[in-house]
Structures are given as structure tokens and as C-alpha cells.
């Protein structure tokens, strides 16, 4: 469970000066109450700082009916306009459509967005100190362009570089006015500062927790049998491809003969690789089995 965020997000400036605190409003793409969406991460916050005892509601972000209509028809302009027709979701027009379907933010209230974008006219509410804006995050744009999306999802790759400057762009917009950065690493926060400039003293690292029920554990072990062979790799989590698990294979098949030959160095470079992936990769929870 995430503990010691609520801290971190709400110092005591953060209260009226009847001493009321605001509203604080947790954001995310779908239902912030499923326990099942983003790994549990927008749940677990809300329900973590309810428990304190502030006032927070969820901020559900739907997708529109006309969603794909709209996407259509972005492409259709952008393709007329020569910009390339990849990145709708990195758009403002995606963004300005999906929080129209969450509740009104009121002057005043607080939001803690889990994404690296808010839309252009949340933003303008926020410059204009109507409203104030948090984030949680468990990497940058720039993180996702230039390392992620290559090392996964190679499509995304075709998105015109125009609409990456766009979307980078906003981001930062975002981040200058933002009271808070809340990320998952210490990695992230190096590259808010080295990348984006922001002032570290506005960057706080909260690395999310893992609600887990061990007794649901124990049975699912219980009815998988032990894989065989004298060097196993467990890992526990998602999106293996992004968080590295094919370059650790590789090099476990690679070092396996060097192992045999000479296991000492072979255990201290794995151990070494065991410690690299827990301190730099932004995940729920990843265990080396060795």
C-alpha cells in the first residue's frame, strides 16, 4: 500500500483559511474505484488518502461515444495538413473529449493527475490559479518517446514528430504549473530535472506499493508446478518487453557456459543485474528468482 503520499501531495498550505482543506480530485483514464485499472495504483490512492481522512474523490476519464468518429476525423485534418496521422492519443483534441466526460472541477479543488497530460483548458484554469495541479507519474514523454516506446511498442514510432513536440510541449506547460511532481523512480525524477528543468525542490519520489493477498499467492504456486533446470528467472509484473525482460534473458542463455566455467563471476554479475533492475525500472514489484 502506498503510505506517506498524502504528506508529500497536501502540506498545510493547502488548507482554506477556515481550514477546510479542498477537494482532491485522483485522475485517471477509466474507473479510479476498479481496483483492476493501472495495476491498482489509482485505487490504492484513493482509497490510501481517503482513509486519512481528506477529502478526495475519483476522477474517472471515459472514452466518448464518438471517439473513434473524432479520431477519424483528426486524422483526416492532420493527414491534409501534412503533420502524420499517428499520436491521436497524445493530442489535445483526445484529451479536451475525455475529460469532458469526468465531473466539473470546481475553483478551488485539487487534481491529482496519473498521466503526463492534462488538456489545454485545465491547464489555463490552472495558470490562471482557479485550480491546482499535482501529478503522479511513473515516467516522462521524453522518457516514452526516446526509450520506452522504441524498446516495446515500435509502432508508436511513426508518430510524426511534430505531434511529439506538441505533446512534449503541453507536458511541460503542465509540469512549470504544477504545485507537485510525484514520481514512481529516482530515475524519473533525474530526468524531470535534467531534461525539463524543473526545480527539485518541487519533486517528490513515491515508489507505488503492492497490495497483494498472500493467500492467493500460495495457491497459485501451489497449482503451477516448479519449472526444471539448474537456472530459473521469475519475474513478476507486465510488460515485460518495455522493463528490459528480453535483454536479461539474453544475457542469463549467454552466461550460462561462462557460469559453469567460472560461477563465482557469473553470480556477481547477475546479482549486479538484479540490482540494477530495482533501482532504475519504475515497477509495481520485480523479483530476480536465482
Request: glycine share 8%; hydrophobic share 40%; charged share 25%.
Amino acid at each position: 500500500m502506498i503510505t506517506g503520499t498524502e504528506e508529500r501531495l497536501l502540506p498545510a498550505q493547502a488548507r482554506h483559511p477556515d481550514g477546510a482543506l479542498r477537494i482532491l480530485r485522483v485522475a485517471h483514464f477509466g474507473r479510479v474505484t476498479d481496483v483492476t485499472l493501472a495495476g491498482g495504483c489509482p485505487y490504492f490512492m484513493w482509497t490510501t488518502l481517503a482513509q486519512t481522512g481528506l477529502p478526495v474523490a475519483p476522477h474517472d476519464i471515459m472514452a466518448t461515444r464518438g471517439l473513434r468518429t473524432r479520431r477519424l476525423a483528426w486524422r483526416i485534418r492532420e493527414l491534409l495538413a501534412m503533420r502524420g496521422v499517428r499520436g491521436y492519443m497524445f493530442s489535445n483534441d483526445f484529451l479536451e473529449a475525455g475529460w469532458s466526460t469526468a465531473p466539473r472541477i470546481e475553483a478551488g479543488d485539487w487534481v491529482l493527475n496519473m498521466w503526463q497530460l492534462y488538456p489545454e483548458s485545465v491547464l489555463e484554469r490552472a495558470e490562471r490559479g482557479e485550480i491546482t495541479l499535482l501529478y503522479y507519474i511513473d515516467l516522462t514523454l521524453h522518457e516514452l518517446f526516446h526509450e520506452w516506446l522504441p524498446a516495446s511498442q515500435p509502432k508508436y514510432l511513426s508518430v510524426s514528430q511534430g505531434h511529439r513536440r506538441s505533446a512534449l510541449a503541453r507536458e511541460r506547460r503542465g509540469y512549470a504549473v504544477a504545485r507537485k511532481i510525484i514520481t514512481f523512480s529516482r530515475r524519473t525524477a533525474e530526468v524531470l530535472i535534467s531534461e525539463y528543468e524543473i526545480d527539485p525542490r518541487k519533486i517528490a519520489t513515491v515508489m507505488p506499493g503492492a497490495n497483494v493477498d498472500e493467500s492467493e499467492v500460495a495457491r497459485a504456486v501451489e497449482q503451477r508446478p516448479l519449472p526444471t533446470g539448474d537456472f530459473v528467472v521469475g519475474y513478476v509484473g507486465g510488460d515485460h518487453h518495455r522493463k528490459g525482460l528480453p535483454k536479461l534473458a539474453d544475457f542469463a542463455a549467454r552466461d550460462r557456459a561462462t557460469a559453469r566455467r567460472a560461477g563465482k563471476h557469473a553470480r556477481h554479475r547477475v546479482d549486479w543485474a538484479r540490482q540494477q533492475v530495482q533501482r532504475d525500472e519504475p515497477v509495481r514489484r520485480a523479483h530476480l528468482v536465482l
